[in-house]
């Protein structure tokens, strides 16, 4: 699936997403993977006025989530503490999201 997220925009998005979630983890707020998608959304929608590039941007996040948990176990270590299904919830939405882009639209 193609993406509209050039590689800088990808890259700054994943930095974002392991910031604010390291965060979350930090402060032991449990982590709804879900709710965070659609703040990534809406995030992005507001910024760009752009629905394609913000469903584009939310249909990253789980897949960013599994990246940065391999690239960085600690961060998984952090996140599990309070939400300990955050790997397979990851792993769930990812699928969702590759079989039908409009899964993204009712996060």
Known sequence: MSCLLNKEAQTALRG????DLYTRAKN???VVLEDYVKEVYDFVKTQSDNEALAV???RLVPTMV???GVLKPEFYTALEKNTPDI???AV?????F???VDAVREV
């Open 28 to 30: 032991e707020t449990p």
């Open 66 to 68: 599994k990246q940065i």
């Open 16 to 19: 974002m997403v392991a910031n």
């Open 98 to 100: 590759d079989k039908s």
């Open 87 to 89: 790997e397979l919830d």
């Open 56 to 58: 584009d941007a939310a």
């Open 92 to 96: 769930k939405l990812s699928k969702t």
